[in-house]
Every structure is written in C-alpha cells, then in structure tokens.
C-alpha cells in the first residue's frame, strides 16, 4: 500500500493535513499510536505549502517522530502540558488555513476529475468514520464533498465561478444549471418547497462548522461540535452529493448521443 497516498486520501484538505499533523504530535507526546511515515508525509505537505512560515519551528526543525520526542520530553514533563503547547503552536498556522479558505478545499477537485457514486460513497465513508473522534473534521469532509461535486458539475459544463466561491455560492450556481433553483418552479409549491429545503441544507452545511466550531474566538459561549453534529452533517451531505450528481446525470444523459 502507498502510505503517502493512503493518508493523504483519509486527509484531503490542507487543513485536514495540518490538523492530522498536529494530532500525531499529540499521540507521540502522550504515549499514543501513531506512523512515522504519516508524520513525514505531511510534515513535507504544510512545509511546502503557501503557509509554511506559520509551520511551528519545532516541526521545521524535527524530520521524524523521534527528533520531535527528544525534545518534547526535555520541555516538558506533563502531558497536559505537552497538549496545551502543541495546540497553542499550531494555533497560528490552522486559524490561517480556515480563513484563508484556499486550503479548506481538497486536492481532489483541481480539475475535471471523475466523480461518480461510488466516489461519493467513499469520501461519506471515510466522514462517517471520523465523526466519533473528530466531529470538526468530519463535518470540514462533508462541506468539501458537496463543494467538490458542485466543482465538479461546473468545471464539465464550462461554467465561470471563482475559485474563492463559497459552499452557498457554488450550490447556487450549481443548481441553476440543473434547473433546481426554487425561483426556478414559482408555478409548482410543491417542487419550490422542496427545492427551497435542499438549498437551506447546503447553506446550513457551510456555516456548520464556523457555529459549532472552535477556531472563530467565541469565547465562553463556543460550542464544540458533538459526533451527533458531525452524524448530521455527514448524512446530508451524503445524500445531496448524491442527489446533485443524479440530477445532472439525468439532465445530461442524453447529451451529444
């Protein structure tokens, strides 16, 4: 198996890759399970990234685990203390990557990349099984599916949208085309209805994660999110990115034959 792929597959947004680093540091420092192999991979990725001057010098300075260990357990001796350093390092360079947003979006989706069902089935897969230990990411998994089809339905059709679009932007532009708009069907309630609901969904995943995040500053009254959040956010997701690709599957089907 290709280690490198295999974990850039399970992470495949830049922040997924600098939380997945930063949890492995976590796990080495306080006696967990964790790869070598993973850390080196995705200690090259944020390095080489547009965001390396805000990578903590200790992982500049550390090429494996080991080097990392050695000076970890010279500068402290706790591993609560080993926690509250990594996060506070980590804090600069994760918080940059969110609002930059460039790098909330994966690699996956540059170009007109085959995205069928069974792609769809994998990623809901792979959020599904991070929603128990890491409800923030699966929710960030499930937002960059959706943005990922809706890309994906543009980029074949030729359409102009920025790049910086957001998750309610591109949903919109996406569902104009596939004629799925409600100000599309002001004749029909019941399709209006229904229609006007998908999009209240697509706008309610992109703000999910900013609500019941932790990297937005809210003080006292921030809400982490709980893997029923995360349940939530999965499900959806799944089942819009299906339907979203099933509708343009059957607009365009008879296409060019």
Request: net charge positive; hydrophobic share 35%.
């Amino acid at each position: 198996m290709d280690v490198k792929n295999n974990i850039l597959s399970d992470l495949p947004t830049l922040y997924d890759q600098s939380k997945g680093l930063q949890n492995i540091l976590i796990s080495r420092a306080t006696g967990g399970n964790c790869t070598d192999s993973d850390y080196v991979v995705l200690r090259r990725v944020v390095l080489n990234s547009k965001f390396s001057s805000l990578v903590p010098d200790f992982v500049k300075h550390a090429r494996d685990l080991n080097q990392f260990w050695q000076m970890i357990k010279a500068k402290y001796a706790s591993y609560a203390e080993r926690r509250s350093f990594i996060y506070s390092e980590f804090s600069a360079l994760i918080n940059a990557i969110e609002f930059d947003k460039t790098g909330m979006r994966p690699a996956f989706e540059k170009s007109i990349e085959i995205i069928d069902s069974g792609y769809i089935d994998d990623m809901w897969k792979k959020a599904i099984e991070r929603k128990a230990n890491d409800p923030e990411g699966a929710i960030t998994l499930s937002r960059s599916l959706i943005e990922s089809v809706c890309k994906h339905i543009l980029d074949i059709e030729k359409a102009l949208y920025d790049k910086n679009s957001d998750l309610s932007e591109l949903y919109k532009l996406t569902s104009k085309l596939l004629k799925m708009s409600a100000s599309q069907y002001e004749t029909n309630l019941v399709f209006k209805q229904i229609l006007g609901g998908c999009s209240g969904i697509v706008n309610g995943l992109g703000q999910l994660r900013n609500n019941v995040g932790d990297a937005h500053g809210q003080g006292v009254v921030n809400i982490k999110p709980k893997p029923r959040h995360a349940e939530l956010s999965v499900n959806l997701a799944g089942a819009m990115s299906h339907f979203l690709l099933s509708s343009y599957t059957e607009s365009y089907k008879g296409r060019g034959s």
